[in-house]
């Protein structure tokens, strides 16, 4: 089944502690990305990721970190979370070969920064 | 940059009311348009998208939306809800210069009294 996986779904922490959040897509896109979503916000794009090592920033980067050594993975790292990055967040992932297709959205993780 | 605006923010109906919900987008060039829906507790999926011909996109559940150039608008219409499709919908837009890179509204979040 083609998918894209995160994980974990829920966590707590606390300011400063570094936490990463994984995910995979087993469709072999070249195309991955990360949104937060906040109410009334919609969904914000973090970083995004055209292929292996080719990484760039979206609309809102400060605070976080992403690395791409693998097609299938692109986690999102926190090197020292603050309050206001409680949030949803989301990874995707689409072909790249066709910019215009559809976007593939994990299940969310929803993160509380205490 | 391009923008997306939902206008509206809470929307509450009763059964068998019809929907519409507005999408305005500022960008000048060629677009690609997409309404995604997020149920309860659930990840985003495609309702429908529109890339190019016929302005009236037909997608899943009896929901449609029409592009409207000249307005920079693309709003999503049901003619019939149902108690379960109670959820939040996001507008989202993709520039046609702009790679796989897609611009959200602030969604709408819909609750349909049964």
């Known amino acids: 089944e083609a998918q894209v996986t995160q994980n974990p779904r829920y966590l707590i922490t606390v300011t400063g502690k570094k936490l990463t959040v994984t995910c995979s897509q087993n469709m072999n896109h070249e195309y991955m990305s990360w949104y937060r979503q906040d109410p009334g916000l919609g969904l914000r794009q973090i970083y995004y990721s055209m292929n292996v090592e080719v990484t760039d920033k979206g609309d809102v980067p400060e605070g976080y970190k992403v690395s791409r050594k693998e097609k299938r993975n692109f986690p999102l790292i926190l090197e020292s979370p603050s309050p206001n990055q409680t949030s949803l967040y989301f990874c995707?992932?689409?072909?790249?070969?066709?910019?215009?297709?559809?976007?593939?959205f994990g299940p969310g993780t929803r993160l509380l920064v205490l | 940059a391009q923008s997306v605006s939902q206008h509206n923010h809470h929307v509450i109906l009763s059964e068998a009311a019809s929907l519409e919900l507005g999408c305005n987008y500022s960008y000048g060039g060629t677009v690609n348009l997409f309404w995604y829906v997020q149920y309860p507790g659930q990840h985003l999926q495609l309702l429908l998208k529109?890339?190019?011909?016929?302005?009236l996109v037909k997608g899943i559940k009896g929901f449609e939306a029409e592009f409207i150039k000249s307005k920079f608008s693309f709003n999503l219409r049901k003619p019939s809800v149902q108690w379960s499709d109670t959820a939040e919908y996001f507008c989202?837009?993709?520039?046609?210069?702009?790679?796989?890179?897609?611009?959200f509204g602030g969604g709408t979040r819909l609750m349909v009294k049964p």
């Open positions: 529109y890339f190019s011909g016929d302005p």
């Open positions: 989202a837009v993709n520039a046609y210069n702009a790679g796989n890179m897609l611009t």
């Open positions: 995707a992932s689409s072909s790249a070969q066709v910019p215009q297709e559809t976007q593939y």
